[in-house]
């Protein structure tokens, strides 16, 4: 699905998720209420098991907020999208 808000997302990202987005995105990303309470108590109720960025690089405090709020680390793709991927690296 599409969501314009992270607060929507949160709400209904299923456990295991591929979360595609922009850095433009995720520079506006805030982690939901609670979400570090939940990871120090053991739960983590936004925890997709991918998270794609793609369009430019991501400024590094916006790839720990991610990392931090998504429990999951950001793996940035370069490269066009005509030809494929030219490079990636993970950003944890």
Same mark, same amino acid.
Not at 11 to 28: G, K, N, S
Not at 35 to 48: I, K, T
């Given at each position: 699905?599409?969501?314009?808000?992270?607060?929507?997302?949160? %709400?209904? @990202? +299923?456990?295991? !998720?591929?979360? #595609?987005? &922009?850095?433009?995105?995720? $520079?506006?990303?805030?982690?939901?209420? *609670?979400?570090?309470?939940?990871?120090?108590?053991?739960?983590?109720?936004?925890?997709?098991?991918?998270?794609?960025?793609?369009? %430019?690089? @991501? +400024?590094?405090? !916006?790839?720990? #907020?991610? &990392?931090?709020?998504?429990? $999951?680390?950001?793996?940035?793709?370069? *490269?066009?999208?005509?030809?494929?991927?030219?490079?990636?690296?993970?950003?944890?």
């Amino acid at each position: 699905g599409q969501y314009e808000f992270w607060e929507n997302l949160a %709400a209904e @990202l +299923p456990a295991a !998720a591929v979360l #595609a987005t &922009r850095p433009a995105d995720l $520079t506006r990303f805030v982690p939901p209420a *609670g979400a570090a309470a939940s990871r120090n108590a053991g739960v983590a109720p936004m925890r997709p098991s991918l998270v794609l960025s793609a369009g %430019a690089p @991501l +400024p590094e405090p !916006a790839a720990a #907020a991610a &990392r931090d709020g998504l429990g $999951t680390a950001v793996t940035e793709i370069y *490269g066009s999208t005509e030809t494929g991927v030219i490079a990636w690296r993970r950003r944890d």
